[in-house]
């Protein structure tokens, strides 16, 4: 078969497969525990409607619904994202109503993606239009705890034999731009590991030879210590001749997502390889810094050709493996996508004894749920929930990547993650990616931070910001129109006395992604300072107009698919992160103030050096 005719198929297999990417969920059974959420509030906004209700306790998190009349129906609200569409909690901005327009609105919560409990009564209201939406930011000098850095456990990245590509695509060496991707995630984002798929993929293991061939796993994985990085071992996919059924595949590379037709050689080579890192790498490196993951989102037919049962009898023996080898080593799953198999995954566990040292699970286009709920309920409360891959978007080549949207995005998500989950993992670092095959051209909507040839996307400079953030978190209150659905604000100070302040303007409502007027805030930020010490002022930002790469290939490009050298050099020159004003010096008063506008999406980062 042709490179091309393969490629179109494996674009078609998942297209068809995929789907939604929604868990099954537990219908009425965990969810009929959970009461309706009550105290159900509908503000409106310029351009939105407001909600916020009152906890549910056990919640993992809560489905907005909304209805056109008081007696229905009823329907989910749909943001867009892809995924999954509940919220971990409130306050909720509606983006997606028209101005005047009163619709009703009802919550419920839910015990995972989609098991939803009982209705809260119904509320009205309407977008209204016009006039003035200011939103005010307050900043205090009292330290609320260390800011929590759910960013730096880990990143995702292609299948990690792309390190060793000498290929080219758009005119750049794969392996040593992955390389040097990866690099910079690590010493400007401080991430500390790597997930990726198909370690398992290539000559691990075949029937004609005794043993196993570990080498090439040895080639990626000291090309990942080289940088100062250390992987999730990710166990997949099958062995062409390990696999029940050889024929069933996924991704332009023919990735097996069959069990395995010997359950024992399976546990042998998980095992075998466990073994192999430590006699390589040594026990105290392997179990003190790596971790490992079984399969990747086998909840979805695309991934995994076998049942929930047999895939549970996969966690089983590849955990029991793992374990015999070093009982140090850390192992966990379901890798699922759109948080299914979670709860399912505790109660197997009950039942099998099996070990689990972190809950990993998937979510696109929105924030990650609650899931300490479930593992408390499971016994299992302190157990890390891991989302080893996360992003605005599920879809392949699907442009909001590239846009400010998804780095206004991406600063909710981890705002969102704090103090309550240890690791948000975000899908991936690189564009450098061949899932449904390279990107055929610069910006084309690929999952990356950085783009081919690691130019710094919107979304890269909103994680560095927060990267670079100081350890002190001070306590930070927002009030006004969208205040905690819409704007968001964090800051922070350093051990010299910086304070950085991150306000950003975000909705989860993707038909917004270009901007929308009736969502630019007005914003107030006051900041309290230590008296009778002048700051200098530098005011960063991220915008349409502002550290927005892709725009000025935009302009530049002319039609072309990739830059010419000439381009590209251009394109360094203005990869920068943007100044939105000239450094202003800040008097010796209590309570510096700081006025501007927001646009939506857009990201401001005021950082006050004394």
Known sequence: MAASDQLGQARADWDQRVGRRRGPGLDAVAAGRLPAPSGLRAVPGRGLVMLDWEPVPGAAGYLVYRAASAGGPFE?????????????????ADTTGQAGQVRYYAV???????????????????????????VEVEVTDAVTGE?????????????????????????????????????????????????AHGILSGGVYRRDRPGYDFSEIDRVYDELMNIGLRPVVELSFMPRDLARDPDKTVFSYRAVISPPRDWDRWADLTGALAAHL????????????WAFEVWNEPNLDVFWSGTQAEYFRLYDCSAAAIKSVHPGLRVGGPASAAAGWTRELLAHLDVSGSPLDFLSTHVYGNVPLDLRPALAAAGRGGTPAWWTEWGPTPTHFNRVG????????????????????????????????????????????????????????PRYWALSLLAGMGRHRLRTSVTGDGAGGLVEALAARHDDGCIGILVWNATLDQSKTA???????????????????????????????????????????????????????????LNTLDELCAPERVSARATPEFTFDLPMPGISYLELVP
């Open 147 to 195: 800011l929590a850095r759910p960013w730096e456990p880990m990143i995702g990245s292609e299948h990690l034999s792309y390190l060793l590509s000498p290929d080219r695509t758009g005119g750049r060496v794969i392996g040593a731009e992955l390389r040097e991707a990866l690099r910079i995630a690590h010493d400007e984002l401080g991430v500390r590991a790597v997930r």
């Open 76 to 92: 989910p609200l749909d943001h867009g994202g892809g995924d999954v569409l509940a919220v971990p909690a409130g306050p909720y």
């Open 515 to 573: 901007g929308h007027a009736e969502l630019d805030r007005l914003v107030r930020v006051r900041v309290e300072v230590t008296p009778g010490r002048p700051y200098t002022v530098r005011h960063y930002r991220v915008d349409a107009e502002h550290s927005n790469i892709a725009a000025a290939w935009d302009w530049l490009r002319d039609g072309a698919a990739w830059p010419d050298e000439g381009q590209w050099r251009t394109l360094r020159a």
């Open 278 to 289: 430590i006699e390589r790498y040594g026990a105290d490196e392997v179990t003190g810094h």
């Open 108 to 134: 419920a919560a839910v015990a995972d993606g989609e098991s939803a409990g009982p209705r809260s009564g119904a509320v009205a209201a309407a977008p209204e239009s016009g006039g003035p939406a200011a």
């Open 402 to 457: 590239d846009t400010v949207f998804a780095a206004a995005f991406l600063l909710r998500g981890m705002a969102s993650a704090l103090g309550r989950i240890q690791a948000l993992s975000h899908w991936v670092a690189s564009d450098h990616f061949t899932e449904l095959g390279p990107p055929t051209e610069l910006f084309g909507g690929g999952f990356g931070l950085l783009s081919v040839g690691n130019l710094r996307k």
